[in-house]
């Protein structure tokens, strides 16, 4: 059963970090907000001692909101975070502690498919390895040689995950002329149709791409789905890349893909563990690219990602059902 609103007229709510644009302005207009200020993750008792007074919280991909957290906040009503995955919350301990939880879907797509394709079009040219040499004085003179990369027009590109996400990307792909390849948990006859997808098996999609491009949530289902006998199935001409949760991959298999040359390159926006430690072996690769989880990371869309974030707090503190709201069925009991 969902939690009933309080007495008090303005609800308590906290905020585990600083939003950009002014959604946090039209929230204070409408409740008592109380913001951890520190741009890292407040730590678990600075949580504990913020919710056993909060009745809503908005947190990000990074919070780790359990079990034990939810049992030591008796008012809190509804937690919307920042994010368009939820696996860092406890959903089942939510539902049965009355608490509806939100996320903000859609927003990201398009920004998120743009840095896709950056990463992979990167990864391909060789970009990351090129400014080095020019920084490092390694650039002595124009070779036909010199850091040789894959061509991405005509190149087939394999999207696990044919999401918004992945539909998004695939639209980029026509435009450089690639085949697009997909596997997703059900098919998708109207991309089929307007984009040319072609849906094969997990396999033949690793055995056929050029590029392979993940666009999957995190379940029990798809942690680790790309480990050795993945990167073993792919050509070793291939580059394979990551915008959606670095735990799908299993990353010392990835180490040992672009060690062995298995592969010939990766370009990862997310890993199993974040931040990715500075001496993490993976990053003495050359040929791995690895940027610090900013496919959403536009002045827009983040601005709306807060927006969207602060309209479905609001709309379950007010007792409506929010617009992206993951445990509705709560408010039906």
């Not at 600075?46 to 034990?68: F, P, Q, R, S, V």
Request: net charge negative; with cysteine.
């Amino acid at each position: 059963m969902i939690r009933l609103p309080g007495r008090r007229s303005r609800p308590r709510v906290y905020v585990t970090r600083q939003l950009p644009g002014d959604a946090l302005d039209r929230l204070r207009e409408q409740a008592q907000v109380d913001i951890w200020g520190d741009d890292l993750p407040p730590p678990r008792d600075e949580l504990l001692a913020a919710l056993a007074e909060a009745e809503g919280l908005i947190c990000l991909l990074t919070d780790n909101i359990d079990a034990g957290l939810l049992q030591e906040a008796p008012n809190l009503r509804a937690i919307s975070t920042m994010a368009v995955g939820y696996d860092h919350i406890d959903i089942e301990a939510a539902t049965a502690n009355g608490v509806l939880v939100t996320h903000t879907p859609g927003v990201l797509t398009e920004t998120t498919a743009d840095f896709t394709f950056a990463l992979l079009l990167s990864a391909a040219r060789r970009l990351p390895e090129g400014e080095r040499a020019v920084r490092e004085g390694r650039w002595s003179s124009w070779s036909p040689s010199f850091l040789l990369g894959r061509d991405v027009h005509g190149a087939t590109l394999g999207i696990v995950g044919l999401g918004e996400i992945g539909l998004a990307v695939a639209r980029r792909a026509r435009g450089f002329d690639m085949r697009v390849l997909y596997h997703s948990r059900t098919r998708k006859p109207a991309a089929e149709e307007e984009l040319g997808c072609v849906y094969v098996g997990f396999d033949e999609l690793l055995d056929e791409s050029d590029f392979v491009s993940v666009h999957l949530p995190l379940t029990p289902e798809t942690r680790h789905l790309f480990g050795d006998a993945a990167f073993e199935r792919m050509k070793t001409t291939a580059i394979f890349v990551n915008t959606a949760r670095g735990a799908v991959v299993d990353e010392a298999a990835l180490m040992r893909a672009l060690e062995s040359q298995a592969i010939a390159g990766a370009a990862v926006d997310v890993a199993e563990v974040e931040p990715l430690p500075r001496h993490d072996p993976l990053l003495r690769l050359p040929n791995l690219l690895a940027t610090p989880h900013i496919a959403s990371a536009s002045v827009a869309t983040r601005s709306r990602m807060a927006e969207m974030a602060v309209d479905n707090l609001l709309s379950a503190l007010a007792g409506e059902t929010p617009a992206h709201c993951v445990n509705p069925q709560i408010i039906d009991t």
